[in-house]
């Protein structure tokens, strides 16, 4: 069957669709029935099911037979080692946690925070959680110990798990010093941690609250796995909103597990005994799907690497790993690809490996430029597939179903709706625009299998984000067009929400850090374009009278106050000080029209704009920075 026929297959009966991707999995109990509608449009599936998600990912390719294949392979440029763990290994591994986990009383249902970085412990930290039913919730390494102590406060763990370090190009990352300060900031405090010590930069361990990785596994008993209901929350992973606050995105087991075993052979056209490889971070919702679950619970090898693009120790380092460990696909952000492009140009490292191995290359995370995509084709001589998917959905709404059928890549789209998904474009008042016309991106309910039913903690929140403004459809955040072959194009976001470097980010927290600070009487943050990173975060600031500081202090003061506060992946570095913001007559700021004017881009004076002479200071204050050219 082709993709035409799988997706009216699934249009025609979507429970059926997913009761047979469901057969795929090991079931303690399997489901008997797919879909629950009874609370619409809050919807749930394989509720009924009893299942692991351990299990799948692990013991389950022990027991038939592919003990010895490598599940992961670690590869880290940065401290210049690699290993394998087969899937023998790791189920011993996880097993052992697990049983740290369980004797310290961490029961099915308990949260539990992970801190850590690109390293084989963190996949082996997760799935222990899975194996007994624990609910974890991993913490990118890039935020600082405020952003982990707010988590901490909205997931109320019972344990963190975190590594003594990570590792960036230029500077060992302490975890240990932040981990304390944000048990110390939370109201909330774990009763207790586990510590993975790394020699790059090894911590002292608080007396009978911190226990050591190694030591606390001594004499302990491996944890079974404990076999949970469908809709249990597999994990939460928090991510930007409109406001400071993040949204916990929760990730239902059964669902994910269906969901995903089905993308790895009809999106990304990987087998069991294949190598994959995600280059993300396990702290985005890339790394909970495609670097850990997705690969292993369809038995296929995953690598984690940690590193970066350039630098580490060049523009080859992908490369090198693709030849090396035979990848087949390979997954990461556009931006990624910049920033080998800006170094090497010409692709003179590609020609040292031989990446005959690779099939193709996928693009998500944020909009791949048709420069990149092109670059990228013809020094890889593979094809590029952009995919479009977002941290509530766990996996691809739109992309190119390539196990299923390689469809035509038109450069710019992301290609075509993925089964599950119905994806329309919306005019304000709601209704389906014609095809080609610009408009707000909605997805018919049902969601399907995985994606998030709810947000942790905040139901009303979940449906006020998501399923109020176009009611019977899930309000995606972005805007975009179809085009007459029901292409999609994705334009821009409709709220606050930035993508920096495939990192996203809210806008709304960091001008809730800048309006924090006490010279600081009134603050905008936009984001401007950037040909490395996509976007960039820029500050505005109008500060008190009377302050005794100059510009440049309280300018120094506030990058400060973002990296101390949101972290250095905010990537908050530009910001300057105006007199007053340009607002409308009702005092709303126009941020849409800053960031145009900021990228030099054609616009249109609002209607609504209170005094339209502001809009020549905004663009005076952004010249000297490079910004708002004439
Ligand atoms: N722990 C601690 N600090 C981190 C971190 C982590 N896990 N990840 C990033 N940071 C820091 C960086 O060191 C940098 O700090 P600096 O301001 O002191 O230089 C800052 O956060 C910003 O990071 P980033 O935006 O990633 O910029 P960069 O200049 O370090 O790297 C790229 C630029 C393009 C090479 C890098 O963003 C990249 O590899 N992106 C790949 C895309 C990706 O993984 N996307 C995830 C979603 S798919
Ligand atoms: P995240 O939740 O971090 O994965 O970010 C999701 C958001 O990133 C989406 O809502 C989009 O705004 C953007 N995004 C992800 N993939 C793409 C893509 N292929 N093209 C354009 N934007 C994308």
Redesign the pocket.
Known sequence: MGYAEVYKSWQDDPEAFWMAQADAISWDTPPSKALSDDKAPLYEWFKDAQVNACYNAVDRHVEQGRGDQTAIIYDSPITGTKSKTTFAELQTQTAALAGVLRDKGIVAGDRVIIYMPMVTESLVAMLACARIGAVHSVVFGGFAAHELAVRIDDATPKAIIAASCGLEPNRVVAYKPLLDGAIDQSTHKPDFTIVLQREQSPCDLIEGRDFDWHEAQKGVAPADCVSVSGDHPAYILY??GTTGAPKGVVRPTAGHLVALNWTMRAVYNVDQGDVFWAASDVG???GHSYICYGPLIAGITTVVFEGKPVGTPDAGTFWRVIAEHNVRSFFTAPTAFRAIKREDPTGIEIKKYDISCLRALY??????DPDTIEWAQKIMGVPVY???????TGYTI?GNPTGIEALPVKIGS?TVAMPGYDVQILDEAGHPVKAGELGAIAIKLPLPPGTLPTLWNAKDRFVKSYLTTFPGYYE???AGMIDEDGYLY?M??TDD?I?VA???LSTGAMEEVLAGHPDVAECAVIGVTDTLKGQLPMGFLCTNKGTTKTDDEIKAECVKLVRDQIGPVAAFKLVTVVDRLPKTRSGKILRATMVKIADSAAFKMPATIDDPAILDEIKAALQPMGYAKD
Do not use: K, M, Y
């Not at 693009?363 to 791949?368: T, V």
């Not at 952009?386 to 509530?392: I, K």
């Open positions: 991510t930007s985005w919702v890339v693009l998500a995370g944020e909009r791949a952009d995919h479009w998917w977002q941290t509530e739109a992301p995606t955040g972005d994705i821009a976001r929400v993508n495939g990192h996203r």
